[in-house]
């Protein structure tokens, strides 16, 4: 199959997805790569490239560097592909997880790389500045993880799968909540997330106050592909204000990737290519697998539609990528 016969959805990662050297590979490999490189420098006012490849200062982590790091990455794999497949693959929908909304906009053609790049830096610093407690991926339904959260005054930061819901709220109450969990709950999990406060909830409503005449600055032009929102786990309209809402109401709101991904399957996406980002213990763009993959493959599973998962997050996989979609 050759991504022109079907239905293409870009995705792009969030927050969690980011490491030490993401990006150095494409860097040496493509001019698009470094013109992006010395461009965002320029936007954000730091050595982006220093930051992704090296590190040096040990900040890759604190979310005011994560969010321009990790969208910066997840478009120059976009950018790289494109430059090697342009025009013979064209989504007809993009989407993102939390942070990864922007990457998608932007290749939706909603936002410049510029406006999107300034946009999730001030985003990312008051997220920062702003953000107190963790944030909990449990193996609870939403039903679940309602009744617990609202018990501890505790909110829900995402919805993943139908039994893969994010708990978030303040690190005393947390403790409290997985106390209970781990009684009432044996058999499930909880995992603690690497997260600067507990993000998509209330404790959020205070940096999302502060982000919203960030938002109403900024132009956003008409998508030019179907973008799905988090907010609403739909498609997002045209309407620039619209989108700026959405968008508000996504710092302190569940991420509904379950329903962005029902969307999708609705709409008879057929291939889905994950960009950016990686995961995995060991050291090196080439070690790295996609951090989505699995949530997406799951969704496809639960239900039953059929669709090819392509993971585009480094040299290696970007040519593998080229190879798979073009026939």
């Known amino acids: 199959m050759t991504a022109e016969q079907g239905k293409v959805m870009f995705v792009f990662p969030g927050q969690g997805a980011q490491y030490p050297g993401m990006g150095s590979d494409l860097f040496e490999a493509f001019d698009v790569v470094r013109d992006l ?15 992704s490849f090296e590190d040096p200062d040990s900040q890759l982590n604190f979310t005011r560097y994560t969010q ?25 929908l993009s989407a993102g997880h939390s942070l990864g909304e922007y990457s998608a906009l932007v290749a939706a053609g909603c936002l410049t790389f510029e406006t999107a790049l300034k946009l999730v830096q001030r985003r990312g610093e008051l997220m920062g500045e702003f953000g107190e407690g963790g944030m909990l991926a449990t193996t609870l339904d939403l039903e679940q993880a309602h009744e617990l959260a609202d018990r501890f005054f505790c909110g829900i930061g995402g919805c993943n799968l139908p039994e893969q819901t994010v708990i978030a709220g303040a690190h005393d109450d947390l403790e409290r909540l997985t106390q209970e969990l781990q009684a009432t709950y044996p058999r499930k999990r909880a995992i603690p997330l690497q997260t600067e406060g507990a993000f998509h909830t209330f404790l959020m409503v205070s940096a999302a106050q502060q982000f919203r ?9 008409t998508p030019q592909i179907t973008v799905l929102s988090n907010f609403t786990g739909k498609a997002h309209g045209t309407d620039a204000n619209g989108i700026r809402s959405r968008l508000f109401f996504q710092l302190f709101h569940p991420v509904r990737w379950i329903g962005c991904m029902n969307t999708a399957m609705d709409e008879g996406v057929d291939t889905i290519v994950e960009l950016g980002g990686g995961i995995g213990k060991q050291e090196g763009p080439a070690t790295k697998r996609p951090n989505l993959e699995g949530i997406i493959k799951k969704s496809l599973k639960w239900r039953d539609h059929t669709a090819t998962y392509v993971g585009a997050i480094n040299l290696e996989t970007i040519r593998a990528a080229v190879a798979e979609l073009s026939g």
């Open 37 to 51: 490189y010395d461009e965002a420098s320029s936007i954000v006012g730091f050595d982006m490239a220093r930051l």
């Open 68 to 92: 321009p790091a990790l969208l910066t990455h997840e478009l120059a794999c976009w950018r790289a592909l494109t430059s090697l497949t342009d025009p013979a693959v064209t989504p007809q």
């Open 213 to 221: 005449p960030v938002l109403e600055a900024v132009t956003f032009n």
